[in-house]
């Protein structure tokens, strides 16, 4: 049971350079989101898909860009990565219902120099 | 804006000792809280999920309580184990809308079971 899968785990980048982190879930659920985690700020949200062929910003999505490409799949894209963008980032799934608990990957940590 | 406090930051206790955790939030007119654990290197783990109208959820040695007129919340973990050893976050949620976008994290308490 692999649930959700990011990768890549760890990623250097600098400033300027472009990315995109991958994120695949197997429960078949309705919605994914991605999140950054940092110390002192706690979890906060990018941009979420509420189901196929939605994105919605969340509260921190300036500089990312999402895509979700299937019902499976929610890549998260860094076009011009930027030192404050240094982060560790997460991606989940829920069945989407009001009230279904949330799957986490294990994470990417990503550090822009 | 929502914002949620979980106090202690850290905690250390002696296996096999009863434990409660605290979570605060400032806004009551929640839809949901829940509860995650997160091991070192990894993504957080649901443990437990209130919802509103719920007064509290259990699982195993994990019991979770929710006030929502007074805006908290306990996690209480009884005869503690070492593999207990993880940071404890709670999440409120301000909307029937899918369950993650509205999601508001506290910053954890760390919890360490010494042996």
């Known amino acids: 049971n692999a649930g959700v899968t990011q990768t890549p785990k760890f990623q250097v980048l600098k400033t300027g350079q472009s990315m995109t982190l991958q994120c695949a879930q197997d429960?078949?659920?309705?919605?994914m989101y991605w999140y950054r985690q940092d110390p002192g700020m706690g979890l906060r949200l990018i941009y979420y898909?509420?189901?196929?062929?939605?994105?919605d910003k969340g509260e921190v999505p300036n500089g990312y860009n999402v895509s979700r490409l299937n019902k499976r799949e929610f890549s998260l894209r860094l076009e011009s990565a930027a030192p404050s963008q240094t982060s560790v980032y997460f991606c989940?799934?829920?069945?989407?219902?009001?009230?279904?608990?949330?799957?986490f990957g294990n994470g990417t940590r990503l550090t822009v120099t | 804006k929502q914002e949620v406090t979980q106090i202690p930051a850290a905690l250390s206790v002696p296996e096999g000792e009863n434990l409660v955790l605290n979570c605060s939030f400032t806004?009551?007119?929640?839809?949901?809280l829940q509860w995650f654990r997160q091991d070192p290197g990894k993504g957080l783990t649901s443990l437990l999920l209130?919802?509103?109208?719920?007064r509290e959820q259990t699982s195993g040695r994990l019991n979770a309580s929710l006030d929502k007129s007074s805006g908290r919340s306990t996690l209480y973990i009884a005869a503690s184990q070492p593999g207990d050893s993880a940071t404890y976050l709670c999440a409120v949620s301000g909307s029937r809308e899918t369950s993650g976008s509205r999601l508001t994290f506290g910053e954890g308490t760390q919890l360490t079971v010494n042996p």
């Open positions: 806004d009551s007119a929640i839809y949901n």
């Open positions: 429960m078949n659920h309705n919605s």
């Open positions: 209130i919802q509103s109208s719920q």
């Open positions: 989940a799934s829920s069945a989407g219902l009001g009230g279904s608990p949330l799957h």
């Open positions: 898909s509420a189901s196929e062929g939605t994105t």
